[in-house]
């Protein structure tokens, strides 16, 4: 019944220990060809996706596949290329570590030293102007021992046995498999078996293409099944490791067993159902706090634009979709805000529940509730954006427990006597009442930011998630590809919340505790990532080409789709 399986672990098997040995200028060669059959398939992919989603790939919604799909996965290599290469020539990655700060990192929320990883170069700041990305380590990892923390896979073989790694992919996003396999080849230094998702299995025959250098060498192998295919995998005596992208449940099951007394049982007696090493993304009620202050018409148009985008970028199917704001009750602002977020919504063609589950998701989510507004139309097939507005923040309200997988954004107002107690109360709230710690957002205007000074940065550190995102969506950290992307560590298989590991992470650091990722307020043009950028997947496109070979000449035409809005 499984022998195509049996096969395919043999043959990737036999190729563990070979790649421990491939030199690190022939990997630089493999991924530089791995880009080009990324680049090739690219609009294949798109077309695909957007297919299998409802989406018209000559409009703007289409961006989400091209900015969402290959221009991350072709970032993610070009990323690898270049630590690859600085590896090669000095034994570690170009790293800018960032001097102590003023108030030191201290209890609640200890941390080791800080790196700078974004911008890279010209390039990014010109694409990304005023954005910076810093990753702080684990409490342990010190100015003087960082070394030995980075690409520890390069360090000679006692640093890392080679192993085979199963790795399931997700169903919702096409880049989230790619970008998996290779952190765990390039990365931890692992042959990797990606068994695609029933969902988006379509994909798989372009991945082959994409990563054939990777495949016809015996590095990587794409197969197919459902669950009873994806148990005999993990359960295979071969796989020494598995990786997973998806939901507690499905994680538990593969943990601790396929029944809720079976699981039960071995949690009380320690006795897990899978003794191997397994690493999860497994996502998150997302916060997004909005910091109480002076906001002109247009910073409010502009934020709202910036929330619904959270909201309505596929679907809604996402682990960092916003899903629940937190504002102040005694914010004037807060009304014209979210009437602004809904009427952005309002505007938006409903989405296809494409993915299994999310409809009853959102009967769930919207049963009793007084307080709803459904934003559209409800058409056969499609669910209409909606929001769930005035929440108490004291109760146990399942938008606050459970992830809505839905087009669903809910709402809970603090009441805070001044913007400073409204920062420390919603860190405590999101850290003690929100179940998650993959990502959060927090939006603050420049004014109240340097009212705020240390207290904000040092709230933003004490947020305990694994990426924190000021003023833009936390999805741009992992789209950008060079900073770890993950849950916050702490933990547990029996308790595995949004996850265990890191992925993505070029900069290859292997105790890293979290991202902080900063930007302005507003920008101008407005992202190409906005839900109402009318040129979007124009831009989006280009995108493909500049990230696989940045240059000056490229440019131009990417900017001037961007400024026509």
Sequence with gaps: MFGDLDRAV??????????????????????????????DTAPEVVSASCRAKGLDSDSPVAAEEWLSGPVPVIRNLRLLVGTLSEIDRSGMPRLQILPPESDECSSPSPCGVTVAVFPNDSFDRLLYPDVRINVRMQPDVTAGNLAEHVAVAYKGASHAAPGVVLVLGAGNVSSIGPMDVLYKLFVENHVVILKMHPLNAYLGPLIERAFEPLVERGYLRVVYGGAREGEHLVRHPLVDEVHI????????????GDTLPEQTERRASGRAKLTKRITSELGCVTPVIVVPGEWSTAEIDYQAENVATMVAHNASCNCNAAKLLVTSARWPARRAFLDRIDAILATLPPRSAYYPGSAKKYSAFVAGRSTCHRLGPEIADTLPFTTILDLDPGSDDLAFREEAWSPILAETALVADDEE??????????????????SAVVIVDPRTQARLGTRLTRAIRNLRYGTVAVNHWSAMSYALAVAPWGAYPGHTLAQVGSGIGFVHNT???DRPLKTELWGPFTTSPKPVWFCTHRRAHVAARQMVAFEASPSAWRLPSIALAAYRS
């Design 10 to 39: 043999d043959d990737i098997a036999r190729r563990r220990d070979e790649w421990m040995r491939v030199p690190i200028i022939e990997r630089i060669a493999l991924a530089r060809r791995c880009i080009d059959g990324c680049v």
């Design 245 to 256: 992208t998806g939901s507690s449940t499905v994680h538990d099951v593969i943990v601790w």
């Design 421 to 438: 107690t409204f920062v420390d109360d919603a860190v405590r709230f999101c850290n003690d009442r929100v179940a998650g710690t993959l």
């Design 507 to 509: 900069k290859m650091f």
